[in-house]
């Protein structure tokens, strides 16, 4: 049974930003500039049908809703273009720079209407290695493309999915949407189920749970603590007392009241509080 957990009263509402920054990355022939081209809104992007790569280079374009810019990045499949090692991270690097090192919602485009392979798994991988940091799983949401050619209930489906896939998933927290051609003219719709993940990403770094376990941990230590002390001025008490009793019962008074207000205050706060992002 999974352990329960409960947000604390300090947990803050975090301030709606002026610009959300996106970035799709996937493999060549996923639909990641027609996805792009769906955010925004118009044909922006180029798209193409065949294997080799439309987007040979970062493209960005920005648009509004609802009152706030809304930045897309199209990125290239940095295996099906001639780069080297420090050519890939280089790459990368510039996308970070575009989206002000820290994007809001990174998306992966995948095919949910043919197999995922172990090549593409790959290309997944070296984009996760080279961008460096914590923060790509933090903002990784998967975008099923081709979801119209779905034949079945896509949760079904990704029961049976490879163990890659699943651990592309894992990655993501199990954040994924799925989007079709007829997406293109549901823009308001797909944006929105995209805009609920990024707020849900998008929660602070300082936010604070009360975890039941690390509270009732946290108070056997207390006590634990606190026969200590109390072992403690009973053997300063027999010590002092043989030269001068009121001193002895005075400290072990001391030892005893430090000890209980301890334990008081370790129950006030009525658990252990931890960072959760």
């Avoid at 606190?226 to 009793?245: E, G, K, N, Q």
Wanted: hydrophobic share 40%; glycine share 6%.
């Amino acid at each position: 049974m999974p352990r329960e957990t409960y947000f604390t009263m300090e947990t803050l509402d975090t301030p709606e930003p002026d610009e959300y920054r996106v970035v799709v990355i996937g493999k060549t022939g996923n639909g990641k500039s027609s996805l792009c081209n769906a955010i925004l809104g118009r044909d922006e992007f180029e798209t193409g049908r065949s294997m080799a790569s439309t987007t040979v280079r970062v493209q960005h374009a920005t648009t509004e809703k609802n009152g706030k810019v809304v930045k897309i990045l199209d990125t290239p499949d940095i295996t099906n273009i001639e780069m080297n090692s420090q050519e890939k991270e280089e790459e990368i690097s510039k996308w970070k720079e575009l989206a002000s090192s820290s994007p809001d919602a990174i998306l992966l485009a995948v095919r949910c209407d043919v197999r995922y392979t172990a090549e593409e798994y790959d290309i997944y991988r070296q984009i996760k290695f080279y961008w460096g940091d914590e923060e790509f799983c933090k903002r990784l949401v998967v975008v099923f493309t081709f979801g119209d050619r779905q034949d079945r209930p896509l949760d079904e489906e990704l029961k049976t999915v490879c163990p890659e896939l699943k651990s592309v998933l894992k990655d993501a927290g199990n954040r994924y949407v799925v989007f079709g051609q007829n997406d293109r003219y549901n823009k308001a719709g797909l944006w929105n189920s995209l805009l609920g993940y990024i707020k849900g990403m998008a929660k602070p770094s300082h936010l604070l749970a009360y975890d039941p376990l690390l509270w009732k941990r946290s108070l056997e230590v207390t006590l634990v603590i606190h026969l200590i002390l109390v072992v403690l001025s009973c053997v300063i008490f027999i010590a002092v007392s043989m030269t001068d009793p009121a001193i002895a019962l005075g400290v072990f008074g001391c030892v005893d009241a430090f000890a209980l207000a301890g334990c008081r205050y370790s129950k006030s706060k009525r658990g252990t509080y931890r960072k959760m992002f």
